[in-house]
T-cell receptor, first 111, second 114 residues
Framework: RKEVEQDPGPFNVPEGATVAFNCTYS??????FFWYRQDCRKEPKLLMS???SGNEDGRFTAQLNRASQYISLLIRDSKLSDSATYLC????????????FGAGTRLFVKA | NAGVTQTPKFQVLKTGQSMTLQCAQD?????MYWYRQDPGMGLRLIYY???????DKGEVPNGYNVSRLNKREFSLRLESAAPSQTSVYFC?????????????FGSGTQLSVL
């Protein structure tokens, strides 16, 4: 079983749609959680951290459910520029080398 | 700000050839990393350096060596390339210690081994 699992997609949505991605992690000792964004043939970049109480950054909302070991990312009012692969990332504690990456969910936003 | 710079961007090798991927960061980060990314898989850690003067194996170290030349630079060497090492390689760095450590990546190297 992969440590961090995501639906690979692709998710194809029209501009303006709301789309949600889910991610599950297997290590109950995981301590911190992130979403990274990766454009085609580019490097991953941090999109947002995920906090236990849930957090929002503009059109993006992240949620964490520790009991179910589940993380979500909600994108409202999708833009063409949101087309990318979204990586669910978990740190199991003790430094950057304890960071585990999911394989990513591909999103295509169409006009 | 350059951030994390890695070279080359593309490389084609024949089986058995050697090469070194270069990485430098200008953010005064302590920790540096080398990852590989293959289709359908998450980024996998090859080697890391938690601080200048130290290096440690990650999840997939076989066939690779690293050198932390100084605080800024961390190189990855393939001594005898194999087709299984065809991948996209990313260098990364991070500066905070602890569980909220955020990674900053270079632009990647597309390596093909024939």
């Amino acid at each position: 079983r992969k440590e961090v699992e995501q639906d690979p997609g692709p998710f194809n949505v029209p501009e303006g749609a709301t789309v949600a991605f889910n991610c599950t992690y297997s290590n109950s000792a995981s301590q911190s959680f992130f979403w990274y964004r990766q454009d085609c043939r580019k490097e991953p970049k941090l999109l947002m951290s995920v906090y236990s109480s849930g957090n929002e950054d503009g059109r993006f909302t992240a949620q964490l459910n520790r009991a179910s070991q589940y993380i979500s990312l909600l994108i409202r009012d999708s833009k063409l520029s949101d087309s990318a692969t979204y990586l669910c990332v978990v740190n199991i504690g003790g430094g950057g080398f304890k960071t585990i990456f999911g394989a990513g969910t591909r999103l295509f936003v169409k006009a | 700000n350059a951030g994390v710079t890695q070279t080359p961007k593309f490389q084609v090798l024949k089986t058995g050839q050697s090469m070194t991927l270069q990485c430098a960061q200008d953010m005064n980060h302590n920790s540096m990393y080398w990852y590989r990314q293959d289709p359908g898989m998450g980024l996998r850690l090859i080697y890391y350096s938690a601080s200048e003067g130290t290096t440690d194996k990650g999840e997939v170290p076989n066939g690779y060596n690293v050198s932390r030349l100084n605080k800024r630079e961390f190189s990855l060497r393939l001594e005898s390339a194999a087709p299984s090492q065809t991948s996209v390689y990313f260098c990364a760095s991070s500066g905070n210690r602890g569980r909220r450590e955020k990674l900053f990546f270079g632009s990647g190297t597309q390596l093909s081994v024939l």
